[in-house]
């Protein structure tokens, strides 16, 4: 159901971003995407999605830069000639307990995650008002639901993006436009290759399902958020974490 429609993605050179414009693409979808640094993995991404037969462009574009952003989302306008969904995945973390971290660790964290979502919602919002329709999905965290030790600057911009979801569910919702949210738990990507080792083995002893989630899962289920299947479902956050947030 997403053959033709075009998608915004921020983040996409790697991870989950990857494996959501992958998946999308190979419904159908057209993808522009964004990335910061990983210029070589764009370009190879760009030529994989392509080869699905349906249109890929990938931009150098911080997330962080409003200015910047509305340019890319201009550009893929241009490129598509219209645009149905937005995907809001592009985060980082710089884990420290509270009493190490910097300012600059909490603002780079809240500026890129939240402040990244604000950005590519905003350049977005009035061609999607226009058209009375769209999708829009937020990559928050389970950090963001349950709240993780040494991730203060996380969890708050993880917990504002669930906020932001809602919030902007209810005031496009008249015009058609469904806004969601997936909280991941722990995903095997070069993100959670981060974390301090015996943190991570402490967490996946005590994981129900006891193994890393894919990238492929989350992106499975974005692919149902972006579509009409989930046609009655806004202002969501559905979380993929192998039963993370309901241990005792
Ligand atoms: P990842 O492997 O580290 O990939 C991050 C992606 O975001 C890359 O494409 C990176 O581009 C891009 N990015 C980072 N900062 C950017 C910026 N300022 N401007 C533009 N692009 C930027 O991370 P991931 O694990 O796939 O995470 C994707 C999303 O899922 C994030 O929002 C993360 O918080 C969330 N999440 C992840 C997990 C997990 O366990 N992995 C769990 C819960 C939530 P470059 O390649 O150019 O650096």
């Known amino acids: 159901m997403l053959k033709g429609k075009n998608v915004i993605i921020s983040g996409a050179s790697r991870g989950i971003g990857k494996a959501i414009a992958l ?8 993808i522009s995407f964004n ?8 370009a190879s991404l760009e030529k994989e999605i392509s080869d699905l037969g349906v249109k890929a462009k990938g931009f150098q574009v911080d997330i962080k830069d409003f ?12 490129f598509f000639g219209g645009l149905d969904i937005v995907v809001n995945n592009a985060g980082i973390t710089k884990d420290k307990a509270l009493a190490m971290m910097d300012i600059t660790d909490w ?8 402040g990244g979502t604000f950005n590519l919602s905003k350049a977005c919002i009035i061609t999607l008002f226009k058209q009375k329709s769209g999708s829009i999905i937020n990559v928050t965290s389970v950090s963001g639901v349950v709240g993780l030790p040494r991730q203060t600057n996380y969890s708050a911009s993880k917990a504002g993006i669930i906020g932001f979801t809602k919030a902007l569910a209810r005031e ?4 058609n436009i469904r806004v969601n949210a ?20 402490k ?5 129900p399902l006891g193994r890393l989630g894919k990238a492929e899962e989350v992106a499975k289920c974005v692919k ?25």
């Open 182 to 201: 997936v909280a991941p738990g722990f995903i095997e990507t070069d993100m959670v290759g981060q974390l301090r080792p015996d943190f991570l083995k």
């Open 23 to 30: 998946e999308l693409a190979a419904s159908g979808a057209n």
């Open 107 to 114: 603002k780079d964290v809240l500026d890129t995650n939240l």
């Open 224 to 248: 149902f958020l972006a579509d009409d299947f989930s046609g009655y479902i806004t202002g969501q956050t559905i979380i993929i974490d192998g039963g993370l947030s309901i241990q005792a």
């Open 35 to 42: 990335y910061l640094k990983s210029a070589e993995a764009a």
């Open 172 to 175: 496009v919702a008249p015009y």
């Open 67 to 78: 200015t910047a952003v509305k340019e890319w989302v201009e550009r893929s306008m241009e």
């Open 203 to 207: 967490m996946l002893e005590r994981l």
